[in-house]
């Protein structure tokens, strides 16, 4: 990502803030009136597993390249990196990750 005009970058960012807005305190009213968890907020539940597809695509694309980049020896350290490449480490890739 080497600007603010990568599509990637402006995939993650317009992601990541659609989730800070499903995880902010003034608009899940359901954290503090608790009878609204009975109510179905189908729209909701669309919006958020839609940012969830788009945000695992983009994380998925990201490993795959700092695979790579370690397997050509090509990688910067990185805690991610770091767990790939020590050999007592065993992480199942099929786990998604939660909202």
Same mark, same amino acid.
């Given at each position: 990502?080497?600007?603010?005009?990568? +599509?990637?970058?402006?995939?993650?960012?317009?992601?990541?803030?659609?989730?800070?807005?499903?995880?902010? +305190?003034?608009?899940?009213? !359901?954290?503090?009136?608790?009878?609204?968890?009975?109510?179905?907020?189908? !729209?909701? +539940?669309?919006?958020?597993?839609?940012?969830?597809?788009?945000?695992?695509?983009?994380? $998925?694309?990201?490993?795959? !390249?700092?695979?790579?980049?370690?397997?050509?020896?090509? $990688?910067?350290?990185?805690? +991610?990196?770091?767990?790939?490449?020590?050999?007592?480490?065993?992480?199942?890739?099929?786990?998604?990750?939660?909202?």
């Amino acid at each position: 990502m080497s600007s603010v005009e990568d +599509t990637m970058l402006r995939e993650i960012i317009a992601v990541e803030a659609g989730i800070s807005r499903f995880r902010s +305190t003034s608009n899940n009213w !359901q954290d503090y009136l608790p009878f609204l968890r009975y109510i179905p907020f189908s !729209q909701k +539940t669309s919006s958020a597993e839609n940012f969830r597809a788009r945000r695992d695509a983009y994380m $998925d694309r990201l490993l795959a !390249q700092l695979k790579h980049e370690i397997k050509e020896g090509k $990688d910067i350290s990185c805690i +991610t990196g770091n767990i790939l490449k020590d050999p007592e480490a065993k992480l199942n890739e099929g786990i998604h990750r939660p909202l």
